[in-house]
């Protein structure tokens, strides 16, 4: 039997697709560049979660690569640079 704290520390691959939730419009009348960063903010914070539940949790460990694996595994398309730069820069201030 494994002590719960043990159990606790483990960590468990990502079992289960990522499900966005409902989707509503986007407020009209704003600049082209002011609806690519929300999207692209919105990907990046898609991405740190799914990360995190991977156990993923510093952002030394978050290479471009690994992050793009981890877009693949969740069904999201694959980050440009700056979202990978904005995926670890997440991780980096969410404390």
């Keep these: 039997m494994v002590p719960a ?3 606790a520390q483990t960590t468990l ?3 289960v697709p ?7 419009p986007l407020p ?4 082209r560049e002011w609806y ?3 999207n692209r903010r919105l ?3 898609r991405l740190a979660i799914a990360l995190l539940d991977s156990g993923v949790y510093r952002p030394e460990q978050a290479d471009n690569r690994r992050i793009r694996s ?5 069904g ?3 980050p440009s640079e700056t979202t990978c730069h904005m995926v670890r820069a997440l991780m980096r201030y969410t404390r």
Aim: aromatic share 6%; proline share 13%.
């Design 70 to 74: 981890t877009a693949d595994l969740v």
């Design 13 to 15: 691959p990502i079992d």
């Design 28 to 31: 009209a009348g704003r600049p």
């Design 36 to 38: 690519i960063s929300h």
């Design 43 to 45: 990907k990046a914070m």
């Design 18 to 24: 990522y499900v966005p939730f409902a989707k509503r």
């Design 5 to 7: 704290a043990l159990q």
């Design 76 to 78: 999201i398309h694959p």
